[in-house]
Structures are given as C-alpha cells and as structure tokens.
C-alpha cells in the first residue's frame, strides 16, 4: 500500500509497524456549531483510509478527539473562543454547547456509514495528563511564562521548522508589526493560558495556583500519548493544520518525551462551494439537513466526496452531486442485479480495485474499474460485500430482494404483454412504479430496479 507521506513529501510504500494494531490519529472536530458539509471530507478520506488498511488484513486501533474545550478562533493565540462565543449565541453553558454538537457530529458521522473509531476521546477528559505534558516540557526548559500564560520557545527545538518546510526568517520580517512583546519568538504558542481577573471563561482548571485552560494543540498530542503511545503509524487532518496545529504538536510531543510522534502523516485538501471558499458571509455552509431538503443524502455525498482525491482541492455543486447521487443508484442496481441473473466471476474487478485503493486511496481511479464492468457484469453477495468493504456505501442492506408479490406481478406482466394484453401490462407497469420499483425490458428479459 502507497500514501503520500507529508514528512517526506513523497509517495512512499507503507508497513505498519504491527499488523494487529495499526495506530491511527485523526485530528477531530471542535464541537460549537453545527458542522458544514466541508468538514466532513476529511471523515470520508480518513474513513476510506481505514477501509484500504482493513483490506489489507491490518487491524486498526484508532482515536479520533473531540475538541470541547473552548481554544481561539484563530490560529493565533488572541481573539474569540469558539466555545464561548456558541454558548453565548445560543444561551447555553459551554458543557451543554458541547453534548449538542458533539451529538450531531456523531448522528452525521454515522449517516455516512463511517467506521466507528476504536477510541474517541474527549479533550476535557485529559485536562490532568496535559497538565503532566507542560510539566514535562518545563522539565526540558522548552517553555516561559508571560502574563498572559505559558509559552512554547520554538527557538529551543531545533527541527521547528521541519514539518512544514517553514520560513522562519520571513515569518518573523512579516510579523513584526503584531508581535506581543513579551513572545520571545513570532513562532512561539501557547501551551497553557491564564485567565485573568474579569475574564468570562467558563471552562477553566487550577494549574500551579491559577485558574487556566488549555491551548489547543496541548490537546492531540496529550492523547496521541496516553491512548496510542509514539510514534503512531498513521497521523491525518486538513492541510491547514500543517503549518500551526501539527508543527506545534510535534513540536510539545518530541521536544517532551524525544520520540518521533507520527511515522506518517496525511493532509487533506479542501473544497470551494461553486469555486467559493466556505463561509458563513457567502451563505454557503451547507449542512447535510440543507442537502436533504434538495433530496440528496449522506450517502450521495459520501459518493461525490469518493469520486474525488484527499490531496486535491475540488469544487462542489449541486449539479455535480446530482451526478454522484446517480452514479451511487446505479451501483445500487447494479448489486440488485445478484437476486436475478447468475453471478459472473469478478476476482480480477475485485483486485483492480484494490490496486487503486492501495495506490494512494485513488478511490476514483477505484470506482472507474467499476463502471466499465457493470454493465456486462453480476455481482455475487460476496463482491457486494466486498464493495461495501472499500467504499461504505451500504450497497447490500439498501438492495433487499424484491417481494414475492412484486415478483408475481412482474411475471403476470410479461404474460400480459405475451399475450398482447398492453393495457393490463402497462397497469401493472404503474402499479410496480409506485412502489418504487421499476422494469427495463433487455434483450434476455427484464430487469427490476430501485427507483430511487
Ligand atoms: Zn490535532
């Protein structure tokens, strides 16, 4: 199996380092506002990752985090926490913003048939062992205080600029305008921050006499450590977390305990909604009930989201996703076909898709396999299982067998027709349409099929 491996920017072979529990971190979401359906990709990619590893007979042991605990709007160490800006919007207290985007995150986190992760971890149950981490990082004199909280020197780890390649030199002649005066370094974050007397805070923590939070970062490498342990096999987020969140992470888990934290690391690309960034002042936040209310499901976007690759921008429109929402239906009678024609071997399909899959989740180059043989092909149960495997698109439990009162009335039609009886045939026709079930009369017979 091939990944493109951000550490080395290349495409590299990858061997877990134990088959039985291949280790797994996927960066989560922060949990105060409903999600967009942008910030879902991410899932589907990570979700097909873990498919592709099953398929190769590896077992996956793998954490996802959920970020409750209120960190800054931006990237910065200032402005807004986006805990307590969606709990004052909507009148709640922090916890309970929390428990209800955490809850609709989970509810469309399944609607996209995405494999449940082995672990799933929340920050605000770790606040102690990432206490433990600042404590390990002052231990390495890695960190300074200012008034405003601890601070990571990132001039005392030596591979800072490592990860994202970065220029330290230009970031700090572009900076010198905001730069706090009490940062020793313009690259320099937050690992712990103080809250001041006034400051309205809700989620705070005592830590060394004073009431604090975590910074964000502190959060992901705290569990990478107590649940999985470094180096993980597999690390994965957005490409956005490259130069901040990641650089950072590495930064607080290798400067404190001196192992490497992640053997491979996957970034995904983003997506533009009609060749427009995401945001709430374009009104182009779609969330999935926004897409239900045009009638496509989860699972059509999951189709559109496979039709793509993680490392490469797309643009999303509801015309495209009309064709994905098309494409899944003809894969869904394409798995019905099993209940009404003798199965045709498809071991060479089945390893054609696999090479795909283990190039690098070239799920598209996957699915293109597909189309050229459906229409001259019948799966059997096991190769609709199999596809159900790599893609999750819940092809076998949305392809029940027609009923035998259905299967009556589709042979009580050919007779009609047979016997030139068309009124009766077209009645039965209609009849058959309504509940959702239509015929295709082919050379050798006719077929039944899923209407929608
Ligand atoms: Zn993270």
Not at 42 to 68: M, P, S
Not at 190 to 205: I, L, N, P, S, Y
Not at 218 to 245: F, S, Y
Request: negative net charge; proline residues 2%; charged residues 25%.
């Amino acid at each position: 199996m091939k990944l493109y491996n951000t550490l080395s920017r290349k495409v590299e072979e990858f061997q877990p380092e134990n088959p039985e529990r291949v280790k797994v971190y996927t960066c989560g979401p922060t949990v105060y506002n409903t999600a967009h359906i942008g910030n879902f990709t991410a899932y589907v990619y990570w979700d097909l990752l873990i498919r592709v590893l099953r398929l190769n007979g590896w077992h996956e042991d793998r954490v996802l985090n959920i970020t409750d605990v209120g960190h800054l709007a931006s990237d910065a160490d200032e402005g807004e926490d986006k805990m307590e800006k969606g709990a004052k919007r909507e009148g709640l207290t922090v916890w309970q913003i929390a428990e209800r985007y955490m809850n609709e995150f989970l509810a469309d986190y399944r609607a996209l048939n995405l494999l449940e992760p082995t672990q799933i971890c929340r920050a605000t149950d770790f606040i102690s062992e990432e206490m433990a981490l600042v404590d390990a990082l002052d231990a390495k004199g890695l960190i300074y205080e200012t008034s405003d909280g601890l601070y990571y020197d990132t001039a005392k780890f030596s591979n800072y600029a490592e990860f994202a390649q970065l220029d330290l030199a230009h970031l700090r002649a572009g900076a010198r305008v905001a730069f706090s005066n009490e940062k020793r370094n313009v690259s320099d974050f937050a690992v712990w921050k103080w809250v001041h007397d006034g400051e309205d805070h809700a989620m705070q923590w005592e830590y060394r006499g004073r009431m604090g939070y975590p910074g964000w970062h502190l959060e992901c490498a705290t569990i990478l450590h107590e649940r999985l342990g470094e180096p993980v096999d597999i690390h994965t987020g957005g490409i956005d977390h490259i130069p901040v969140h990641h650089t950072n992470e590495i930064a607080e888990l290798e400067g404190a305990y001196g192992k490497q934290m992640a053997r491979f690391w996957l970034h995904n690309n983003f997506i533009t909604v009609n060749g427009e960034k995401i945001s709430k002042s374009l009104g182009n936040t779609y969330s999935f009930a926004d897409l239900a209310k045009r009638g496509f499901s989860h699972l059509d976007y999951k189709m559109w989201v496979l039709q793509g690759h993680f490392q490469s921008e797309r643009n999303f429109s509801f015309t495209d996703l009309a064709s994905a929402k098309q494409r899944r239906l003809n894969y869904r009678n394409f798995a019905a076909l099993r209940w009404q024609k003798p199965a045709t071997d498809m071991a060479a399909v089945r390893d054609m898709i696999t090479a795909q899959l283990n190039n690098n989740l070239n799920s598209a180059g996957a699915l293109a396999e597909l189309d050229k043989v459906i229409a001259e092909n019948t799966p059997d149960e096991a190769f609709v299982k199999f596809l159900d495997e790599a893609f999750g698109l819940d092809l076998a439990k949305n392809t029940p067998d027609i009923s035998d009162e259905m299967k009556a009335k589709i042979a009580e039609r050919q007779h009609a027709k047979d016997a030139k009886d068309y009124a009766r045939a077209d009645a039965l026709r209609d009849e058959l349409a309504a509940a959702g079930i239509n015929l295709l009369d082919g050379a050798d017979g006719v077929i039944w099929q899923f209407a929608d």
